[in-house]
């Protein structure tokens, strides 16, 4: 029987039936697809896949791969089947058997997050997926690894890939359509390229673990109007967001950059370096649909970053490919007003009047808020459900679409983020 490399350390991956095939993004241009063909970032591309980057030889498909599958073994699925409750009604042995249900749930769940968070990196990372069709597919699916591996050879580099190509990168996190977060999607098939990958080196190298946090470096809290101020050494961050009910909960996370790529920064001066702002769930009025949410925070100055997503237990960390904006002492930015019901997650940067209170202090003092100056290209350590890049660079100052980040390997320091929130990055 042929054997399917470990996935750095996880549970070998196996085929699940799947219920609806995904049907993703052609690589013939950025056309906006429906609802059937939008981009799911939660599962793995139906059918006999394999990766592709023309130009590239075997040994930079094996890498690129076993560097995708390190930073998906840092991913986790939540565990939200509601399985202690069924196990207390049932004694004992009720618990004993839902906790063996609970572990295969939990297994297929992590399997199907796996495969997905392969194809996301590689996908940010220059690759395209390749479909083939099913009578090819099943002849390669059919070999040894070893057999598989070299029948790979002529396919992974062509510029003109055997197949169609159904996936590129396109900067897809932007888009409203695209599914951002929620339970791991349906596993078709398990891609060619990493049932391709030999077991060895399987088990990814330790991250580093830094020191915890200090009490002093908690996130802050929202600033109610009358604590609105610029003081000496902080700044004043406003984000707004915007949305229908179905968005209530949804949460956008705001990290600060660090000395280094793998140092946090509260590790040298002690202060926050994360805030969170979630979209209420609950209307203005009773009946109103409509949800709105303006806060400000007083945070250190340096580089904050929108580094992540969530609803719930899930979060979609902007990983690969983050964008941010510098904060300097003494001064008070807008991030923009994001509509998490809009057509794209880009805000709008258009600066409010009324973002202060008439009556807070930093008003009074006639404070003014500038426009955050949004730029791409920052990274960090992956973790939460779900792992991808984000680029909110003004469409106005690009000249091109979104490029894909460079490719990096497994050793590239990265950006450790930490909260004690229970459904935050931890």
Not at 99 to 123: F, P
Not at 286 to 304: E, H, I, L, Y
Not at 306 to 335: K, M, P, W
Request: charged content about 20%.
């Amino acid at each position: 029987m042929k054997r399917i490399a470990a996935v750095v350390g996880l549970v070998a991956l196996v085929a699940e039936p799947a219920q609806a095939q995904l049907v993703t993004r052609a690589a013939v241009g950025p056309a906006v697809p429906d609802v059937e063909n939008r981009i799911d970032l939660t599962r793995s591309s139906a059918g006999y896949t394999y990766f592709n980057r023309a130009g590239a030889d075997l040994a930079q498909h094996d890498a690129a791969v076993s560097a995708c599958m390190v930073e998906a073994s840092r991913m986790r699925q939540p565990d939200d089947n509601g399985a202690a409750g069924a196990a207390a009604a049932g004694g004992l042995l009720g618990a004993l058997v839902v906790g063996v249900m609970q572990g295969a749930m939990n297994g297929m769940h992590e399997r199907r997050g796996v495969a997905a968070n392969v194809e996301n990196c590689m996908v940010v990372n220059g690759w395209r997926v390749v479909r083939l069709d099913e009578t090819e597919g099943k002849a390669l699916d059919a070999l040894e690894q070893a057999e598989l591996h070299a029948a790979l050879a002529e396919h992974v580099g062509a510029a003109q890939p055997k197949g169609e190509v159904i996936r590129v990168y396109d900067n897809d996190a932007v888009r409203g359509e695209t599914v951002l977060i929620g339970r791991s999607g349906d596993l078709d098939k398990v891609s060619l390229s990493l049932q391709a990958q030999p077991p060895e080196g399987a088990t990814p190298p330790p991250g580093r673990k830094g020191p915890q946090a200090p009490r002093t470096a908690r996130p802050p809290r929202a600033l109610k109007a009358e604590e609105v101020a610029v003081t000496a050494g902080d700044a004043l961050i406003t984000v707004r967001l915007t949305g229908m009910a179905e968005q209530g909960g949804r949460t956008l996370f705001f990290t600060r950059q660090g000395p280094a790529p793998d140092i946090q920064p509260w590790e040298q001066d002690g202060r926050p370096a994360l805030f969170a702002v979630a979209l209420p769930t609950r209307g203005a009025v009773r009946g109103d649909r409509t949800r709105a949410m303006t806060q400000t925070f007083s945070v250190p100055p340096g580089r904050w970053r929108l580094s992540a997503v969530n609803v719930g237990q899930y979060i979609t960390h902007f990983c690969l490919g983050n964008s941010g904006f510098e904060v300097r002492d003494g001064e008070a930015v807008y991030t923009g007003a994001f509509d998490l019901s809009g057509e794209q997650l880009r805000p709008d940067m258009t600066v409010r009047d009324d973002l202060l209170a008439p009556a807070s202090p930093a008003a009074v003092a006639g404070v003014r808020h500038r426009a955050a100056q949004w730029s791409y290209g920052d990274k960090e350590q992956c973790q939460g459900a779900y792992l991808y890049a984000l680029d909110l660079t003004p469409q106005t100052e690009k000249a091109v679409e979104a490029a894909a980040p460079e490719v990096t390997g497994a050793d590239t320091p990265v950006v450790v983020v930490e909260t004690t929130a229970s459904s935050t990055l931890q």
